[in-house]
């Protein structure tokens, strides 16, 4: 199994450019999230989607829409990249069931807007 | 409201020396904690979990924890570094169902010396 694989490994985008993270899992889980990772600030939900045909916002959700696209596959959308959004994004999923609550994280994504 | 604190954004200990990485939380409900470690440009994975079984919880690679209620905390320890281990450290703390109420801490970076 590939876990969760996720699509580019870096960008660069410039001011006004939009883009799209992909991300898939091969694990058959319901649930998928999107983070991002700035230094000393841990990691924040930006939104998840608890089972497929359902998002729903997180802790940052500005600037960013997302599409479940199917169980496997969730998106983030960046409309139009601002320098705020520098940052390494996380896509990770998890199974809702007995005692399995932890998050399996893809590799990230290194985003750079200038 | 839940909420993670970890105390020391860095670590330095010698390479077979006690390792303790501390992370207190608050919590309305009995937590969900978890500690998951990020190698330098890798997605984040599962060292251990506590689900109110047993206090103390061992992980991977030597790591252990143990939860006090009492004191709301659940600090990382392992009892001998290995230069191995050098890698970030997050503390996290959920509800139980539904990942997306996981809250991370702002995460420890460990530096083990020769």
């Known amino acids: 199994n590939a876990g969760v694989t996720q699509t580019p490994k870096f960008q660069v985008l410039k001011t006004g450019q939009s883009m799209t993270l992909q991300c898939a899992q091969d694990?058959?889980?319901?649930?998928m999230y999107w983070y991002r990772q700035d230094p000393g600030m841990g990691l924040r939900l930006i939104y998840y989607?608890?089972?497929?045909?359902?998002?729903d916002k997180g802790e940052v959700p500005n600037g960013y829409n997302v599409s479940r696209l199917n169980k496997r596959e969730f998106s983030l959308r960046l409309e139009s990249a601002a320098p705020s959004q520098t940052s390494v994004y996380f896509c990770?999923?998890?199974?809702?069931?007995?005692?399995?609550?932890?998050?399996?994280f893809g590799p990230g994504t290194r985003l750079t807007v200038t | 409201a839940q909420s993670v604190t970890q105390l020391g954004s860095h670590v330095s200990v010698s390479e077979g020396a006690l390792v303790l990485l501390r992370c207190n939380y608050s919590?309305?409900?009995?937590?969900?904690l978890f500690w998951y470690v990020q190698y330098p440009n890798q997605g984040l994975q599962l060292l251990l979990k506590?689900?109110?079984?047993?206090?103390l919880v061992k992980g991977i690679n030597g790591f252990e924890a143990e939860f006090k209620k009492s004191e709301t905390s659940f600090h990382l320890t392992k009892p001998s570094a290995h230069m191995s281990d050098a890698a970030e450290y997050f503390c996290?703390?959920?509800?139980?169902?539904?990942?997306?109420?996981?809250?991370f801490g702002a995460g420890t970076r460990l530096f083990v010396k020769a």
């Open positions: 989607s608890a089972s497929e045909g359902t998002t």
């Open positions: 919590s309305s409900v009995p937590p969900y």
């Open positions: 694990m058959n889980h319901n649930s």
């Open positions: 996290a703390v959920s509800k139980g169902t539904g990942g997306f109420k996981t809250i």
């Open positions: 990770a999923s998890s199974e809702e069931g007995n005692r399995s609550y932890e998050q399996y």
């Open positions: 506590y689900t109110s079984a047993a206090t």
